[in-house]
């Protein structure tokens, strides 16, 4: 396995930069159509599941949560309170300024280090690398597909190789 700074900072930026061309195409296509943003901002694949800011919402937060767990290093507190394309661009550009800030030397031992995971009465205690590899990247992707099938359900004009990203 690559190092644990590896598999987590250049891996979650990646994402996040992808997501952020996501959402220009999809601003563009909104302001193409002379449609109102939030009707894309605001939108669902199903009406139990978050809409594309509470997806964007749950990648930054996996993100930052991830370094915060594996390194120690406390991650900034976002309001959610994002409502615009800007707002959420925000946030990615906010959530990728912290994951680079960190230095790598921070991950040391944090394949090994006992991480817990807290969501309401849920609490669950693992090694750095089970959290990354069963929880981390899964969620992320989970959320950054989830957000891309918002986008395209809604008509913005995205494809496969707009979710993969450029290959360098």
Known sequence: MPSMY???????????????TLLEKGEAH????????AGLTGARLAP?????????????????GAI??????????????????????????ATISFLESVDPAAFDGADTREV?????????????????????LPNFYFHLTTAYGILRHQGVAVGKLDYLGPFA
């Open 68 to 93: 915060g767990r594996l390194t120690e290093v406390t991650p900034p507190a976002m309001a959610d309170d994002e409502a615009t394309f800007a707002d959420l661009k925000a946030r990615i550009a």
């Open 48 to 64: 139990d599941m978050l809409p594309l800011v509470g997806q964007i919402q749950r990648i930054s937060d996996t993100a930052k």
């Open 116 to 136: 817990t995971l807290k969501a309401g009465p849920f609490e669950a205690k693992m090694s750095g690398e089970d959290c990354l590899l069963g929880f981390v």
């Open 6 to 20: 590896r598999a987590t900072v250049p891996v979650l930026v990646r994402g996040l930069k992808i997501l952020n």
């Open 30 to 37: 909104a302001e193409a159509l002379g449609q109102d943003p």
